[in-house]
């Protein structure tokens, strides 16, 4: 036989093979009670006691006599009681997780013998509306099961004549009771009458669309006494989370709403004005429920007469990451969580919501959008929009000048080393070429910018189309690029939620994490102080790319470095090579002090050239006026000239990186000297021993390496060795004793990857730069490739993003070297640069590959540490290796 199981505040059952019988609303209850929380009485019907019921309904009021009893003395009121009737809801309580559109009825127990007694309580206009409601959720129900078509017609008459006598403003008694009065003859005259044939008729459908659903078919039976909020004095109805939802502060959070049955009926009030007694039992219950399911949870209540009832709780779907890990943090404070908890606890990609702004859905609503495009840096950034980098410039000192608001983004089809200053001080960048590795999203992951590439924007004249929507210069658009869904722009300035990194728990949260990491760490790729000082709070174990082009990004330096790549002598080359090198003395000095003796990986030179050459008719005047001031015998159009000729057809394959410096040697001579002037400055001012790394980029054979490393003389020219240039500082600075420093080179041409072996006889290190290592092993150009991704990923040609996610043969070149590498060198270190160390999906792959850390900007750091650490875990707990 059947079971029918009770439960009550002190009445619970914990057996888990009877608690997968019941489904999981009568579970929900049951771990309600089990927590102490004081629950309305009830009792189960277990699928198999409704069978028997339905068969024989005679057995059924001996069996729940008891438990009735209970909820009768419990809650103060009587089964068929007409002047204080006990009311019952059903709930359906699916052993499979299936969302039914009636799956509970309400108020079982309101009829002709008990309606009047229980509006003395709540009032007539409410009592009534709840009793046509009954009926009317009676015959829904009803309706759902196979019924013959003429009942089914008029069941919906009958229903549709009580919606509208409940669906008033200002419910009258006898508009409901007319149309309660037009079907009566459909039902037995009992279930107007009766409370207990009321409960089997309801008992009786649910039984038989259970039996005729595949996923309802266990399904079991919930009945539970009813409470009421709006129950005359000392009633009210409330719903609080157990942590702040938002900033994650440790107090319950909600609204209390006087005299209301539910929230819709009233304005609510803090939930702090709920009397004392209830306010310290809710808090009591909060962490009960959070020590139980170790995350917030939100409940709902209601004070009937005096007495408070809790009457679910659930999990919250919307609260924000900073509130979930500051919530965790005190679980774990409270030694209810342990470490791998608190770090699995949170899926990596979320912690982008703490590092950027956040869009307020509920400002957008109205807005045109237009979605899709690639999600180049994540993050919402509102602005006015200018379409190059002077205008913006611009715009943004007359901002400040005037106290305006300061907000800005910048939309250009692609950006060059000259918009970076654009970047640094707009909110983000649209861009229409090129994709995740290119020029605008790199420089935006590092500066903390959001960046979209919209491939379906065309840039007009002071103008830009997206769908068909025009946007002119100085209008507002918002960018939102989340992480896990799809990026969105908004036509209009919306409301964000700022990043709070400090105080939002990240900090501590990464600590934990770093418990989890071994040996295989996150470096940073930073060029600047700050983006060093950014990478040390969130535990960088070094920097392991300092693209030093970057560092001469800055308006006092770009037309200095430009009459550099222009001299058309190695003495005029020289010239401006010595005002670079204390600046880049400078640059160095800072990042090794910051970073402590930590790691630091110095790339040196690598650009295309023309990169930096004037794109604009403004810069390209401001450089000639600065150049000509040094040169005033140069013409404009020899200026001009030269320039000109550094134009490249395929810049990427051109001369760039280590081809620069076989060319014009001094460049890298300054870099060098400037490293070692830096490292042993540092020594003599603060003591700290620094192991210089310098990198060597876009290496293809050993004796390019070799070359640099050793130096070479020819006729007429020569290489200076990274020996000799180290002996030259030594000696001019005065210093007695050398110091450690290692060469390597960055592995991202096949050529390279293929002679590994060869390549590790120069070099201590390898790091592997995954975008152009994707770009020359898959012959696809990182800034064109987005044109045509959509058209591939249409046809399934290829899955996801070559230049997020690692290739499978791009994987391969990888191995390879680091095998070939290893074989010659057993100690050779190995890093992965390229933008793909922040993707959680390739860090597997990277350290089953034998690689030593992954590189990647400030920002992608605690999502890259949360990833390594979760795999950590993970293969603990499969039993597998951990680190090493
Ligand atoms: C790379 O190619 O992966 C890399 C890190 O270098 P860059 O992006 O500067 O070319
Ligand atoms: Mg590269």
Same mark, same amino acid.
């Given at each position: 036989m059947g079971r029918i199981y009770s439960f009550n505040s002190s009445e619970f059952i914990s057996d888990p093979e009877i608690l997968e019988t019941i489904g999981s609303r009568g579970a929900r209850v049951m771990e309600l009670a089990s927590l102490g929380a004081p629950i309305a009485p009830g009792f189960i019907l277990s699928n198999e006691l409704l069978g028997e019921i339905v068969e024989d309904p005679s057995i059924a009021f001996d069996l729940y006599k008891k438990p009735i009893a209970r909820m009768e003395q419990t809650l103060e009121k009587g089964f068929n009681d007409k002047d204080n009737p006990l009311l019952v809801k059903v709930a359906e309580s699916p052993t499979l997780n299936m969302v039914r559109t009636l799956s509970s009825i309400h108020? !079982? +127990?309101? +009829?002709d013998h008990t309606v009047d007694g229980f509006a003395s309580f709540v009032g007539e206009g409410f009592a009534y509306h709840e009793y046509g409601n009954l009926v009317q959720k009676i015959i829904e129900l009803e309706l759902l099961t196979d019924v013959k078509q003429e009942r089914a017609k008029k069941l919906q008459k009958y229903r549709d004549a009580l919606k509208s006598a409940t669906n008033q403003k200002t419910v009258k008694k006898d508009t409901v009771k007319q149309a309660l009065d037009s079907g009566r003859d459909l039902f037995p005259e009992e279930i107007y009458t009766n409370t207990h044939e009321q409960l089997m008729y309801v008992v009786k459908i649910f039984h038989a669309l259970f039996q005729a659903s595949t996923s309802s078919v266990d399904s079991s039976l919930v009945v539970q006494g009813m409470v009421f909020g709006n129950f005359g004095k000392n009633s009210g109805f409330g719903n609080f989370y157990t942590h702040d939802i938002i900033e994650g502060e440790n107090v319950i959070s909600g609204e209390y709403f006087e005299q209301a049955f539910d929230a819709r009926e009233k304005e609510g009030v803090s939930l702090q004005e709920v009397s004392k007694k209830f306010y310290k039992e809710l808090e009591r219950i909060g962490k009960e429920l959070e020590k139980y399911f170790k995350e917030i949870r939100s409940v709902r209540f209601t004070v009937e007469n005096g007495k408070l009832w809790v009457i679910d709780q659930q999990p919250v779907p919307n609260k924000s990451t900073q509130a979930e890990i500051k919530t965790l943090l005190d679980l774990h404070k409270e030694k209810v969580v342990d470490d791998e908890y608190v770090v699995q606890a949170i899926k990596p990609g979320r912690l982008s919501e703490i590092l950027h702004a956040a869009l307020d859905e509920s400002s957008v609503r109205k807005f045109k959008s237009a979605a899709g495009g690639i &999600? #180049? &840096?994540?993050g919402a950034a509102i602005g006015r929009v200018y379409f190059s980098t002077d205008s913006l410039l611009k715009a943004h000192k007359r901002a400040i000048q005037e106290n305006q608001p300061a907000d800005f983004i910048l939309a250009m089809p692609s950006t060059f080393a000259e918009d970076v200053k654009a970047i640094e001080v707009a909110k983000g960048v649209l861009s229409s070429e090129g994709g995740y590795a290119s020029h605008a999203p790199v420089v935006a992951r590092s500066l903390g910018k959001v960046a979209l590439v919209y491939p379906n924007a065309r840039f007009l004249k002071n103008s830009m189309k997206i769908g068909d929507t025009e946007v002119k210069e100085g209008d507002y658009i918002t960018l939102n690029v989340p992480y896990y869904e799809k990026p969105t722009i908004y036509f209009g300035a919306a409301r964000l939620s700022k990043p709070t990194p400090e105080g939002s728990g990240l900090l501590e949260f990464l600590d934990i994490v770093q418990g989890q990491i071994e040996d295989f760490d996150v470096h940073a790729n930073a060029d600047q102080p700050k983006d060093a000082e950014l990478s040390r709070t969130f535990? &960088?174990? #070094? !920097? +392991?790319?300092?693209?030093? %082009?970057?560092? /001469? /990004?800055?308006d006092d330096r770009i037309n200095t470095f430009r009459s550099m790549i222009i001299a058309d002598s190695s003495e005029e080359r020289a010239e401006v090579l010595e005002k670079l090198e204390p600046m880049q003395m400078d640059d160095f000095y800072q990042l090794f002090k910051i970073m402590k003796g930590l790691p630091v990986t110095i790339r040196l030179l690598d650009a295309p050239l023309h990169e930096f050459l004037p794109h604009t008719q403004d810069s390209m005047k401001s450089f000639v006026d600065f150049f000509r001031e040094g040169h005033p015998k140069i013409s404009e159009k020899e200026i001009r000239l030269r320039c000109d000729l550094l %134009? %490249? /057809?395929n810049p990427m394959l051109g001369h760039r990186g280590i081809r620069v410096a076989v060319s014009y040697p001094e460049i890298y001579n300054m870099q060098i000297r400037a490293i070692f002037q830096a490292a042993y400055k540092l020594k003599a001012d603060e003591g700290i021993d620094v192991v210089p790394e310098i990198m060597i980029p876009l290496v293809m054979t050993a004796n390019e390496l070799k070359t640099i490393r050793n130096g070479k003389r020819i006729e007429g020219k020569a290489i200076v060795g990274v020996e000799e240039i180290e002996e030259g500082v030594r000696k001019e600075m005065k210093v007695k004793d050398a110091l450690d420093y290692k060469i390597g080179t960055m592995i991202e041409l096949p050529a390279a990857a293929l002679q590994a072996d060869r390549i590790a006889r120069y070099a201590d290190f390898f790091s592997f730069g995954t975008n152009d290592l994707t770009q020359t092993t898959n012959g696809l150009s990182r800034d064109d490739f987005n044109n045509f991704f959509s058209d591939y990923n249409e046809f399934d040609l290829l899955e996801e993003n070559p230049f997020k996610v690692l290739g499978e043969q791009v994987k391969e070149m990888i191995a390879i070297a680091a095998e070939r590498g290893r074989l010659t060198r057993p100690d050779l270190d190995l890093g992965l640069c390229g933008e793909h160390g922040a993707e959680p999906e390739n860090i597997p792959f990277a350290k089953d590959s034998g690689l030593n850390y992954v590189s990647t900007s400030p920002y992608g750091i605690p999502i890259a540490k949360l990833a390594i650490a979760q795999m950590n875990i993970k293969r603990r707990e499969e039993g597998g290796e951990s680190n090493n």
């Open positions: 108020n !079982i +127990g309101l +009829g &999600a #180049g &840096a994540v535990n &960088a174990s #070094g !920097i +392991g790319l300092c693209r030093t %082009e970057h560092m /001469f /990004f800055a %134009e %490249e /057809f």
